[in-house]
């Protein structure tokens, strides 16, 4: 579970602009407070590249990028039409392929990967949440499908493939069930977040939550509290059994329905380090980081990273039809040697005000 130590020792609030006194490169904005200290490392390390993948007639999200044997960049990312609007990742995603020269771009859409099967599958009407992996030989590509366009069938699945260009092998059966009924995690299974441990286990991190709290939340824009929990395999394709002490992250006792998601996972320098959204631990608008000594007992996070403007991007004023507008979400690195080099991220607006990645280099 993750220890407070660190985080109530700064507890007194800053302005925004003191928060980013030490922050090389930060806009010097005034539009939030946050704790003294709650910048990570890792949060000021970020140069903003700029938009990609900016497909006029898509919604773009979940942008999962790896290097190709031929060194050029290949994203994985999850599309809808725009004619859906932000909802329709839930029940009309795909999963699609691109490919660039570099990570700046400019990406070449190649072909659609994974897209909804129909009725009798369990990934029928949605596949959403790419994460793709190069593990033992082949590459991974973890995703979540559901059956019935809503979030209770969201599970895990894992697509394998001797090629980045496929074909794509998908399993009949998802990769990871729902908990039994009551359970913390007995309303689905989805943003998956892998690593495969130095002592050659597969250890697959999950979001889920309550049923019950999902139904009688009083806020309905956000019902229930997402956690995350852990489970592991002895190989690729599984069975993953889940840990004992899950949820191995949990934010819901801070109060006030604090939660997170859109973690990814990572090792560097001997650590497990995590990134994802905030929900409220702070605020709705960064990122969070997290470090691990064993993967299970997780530091409380500070600050990853900040909305769009922070770092002096200028848009046009967010339209009515997009909530999210200027925030970042959905993170994930592209590495190199083991260390990351990039991280993109999916952001609402974009030239057709739809939503598409959106790329910092890491320096």
């Not at 130590?5 to 609030?13: E, K, Q, S, T």
Request: proline letters at 7%.
């Amino acid at each position: 579970m993750p220890t407070r130590r660190a985080f109530l020792a700064g507890l007194v609030l800053a302005p925004f602009a003191q928060a980013l006194g030490a922050a090389k490169g930060f806009g010097a904005d005034k539009f939030l407070d946050l704790p003294k200290n709650s910048l990570s490392k890792f949060s000021k390390h970020l140069k903003p590249v700029g938009r990609a993948l900016e497909l006029p007639e898509w919604y773009v999200w979940c942008n999962s990028p790896l290097y190709g044997l031929d060194g050029k960049v290949h994203v994985f990312f999850s599309r809808w039409p725009k004619a859906k609007g932000m909802g329709g990742w839930l029940n009309s995603s795909e999963i699609a392929h691109a490919v660039a020269d570099s990570p700046a771009g400019p990406f070449q859409y190649l072909e659609t990967v994974l897209a909804p099967r129909g009725p009798g599958y369990w990934d029928a009407t949605t596949c959403h949440n790419p994460s793709i992996q190069f593990v033992d030989g082949k590459y991974c590509l973890f995703y979540m499908g559901n059956s019935n366009g809503k979030t209770d069938t969201k599970r895990i699945g894992l697509a394998t493939a001797d090629s980045l260009n496929g074909p794509w092998q998908r399993p009949d059966q998802p990769l990871l069930e729902a908990g039994d009924a009551g359970a913390w995690d007995d309303h689905c299974t989805t943003n998956p977040a892998f690593i495969k441990h130095p002592n050659g286990q597969y250890w697959l991190y999950y979001k889920s939550w309550n049923t019950q709290d999902y139904l009688t939340a009083t806020d309905p824009t956000i019902r229930g509290n997402r956690k995350y929990g852990l489970a592991v395999a002895e190989q690729l394709e599984g069975p993953y059994v889940k840990y004992a002490g899950n949820p191995v992250i949990d934010f819901s006792k801070q109060g006030n329905n604090k939660q997170f998601e859109d973690a990814f996972v990572w090792r560097e320098d001997n650590r497990f380090k995590m990134l994802a959204r905030d929900m409220g631990v702070y605020n709705h608008e960064v990122g969070l980081y997290l470090e691990s000594k064993d993967g299970k007992e997780w530091t409380f996070p500070k600050v990853a990273f900040l909305p769009l403007r922070a770092y002096g991007v200028q848009e046009p004023p967010a339209p009515k039809n997009l909530k999210r507008y200027g925030r970042l979400e959905r993170p994930q690195l592209l590495m190199r040697n083991g260390k990351p080099e990039y991280l993109f991220g999916a952001s609402q607006g974009g030239t057709s005000m739809t939503a598409s990645a959106f790329v910092f280099k890491i320096t």
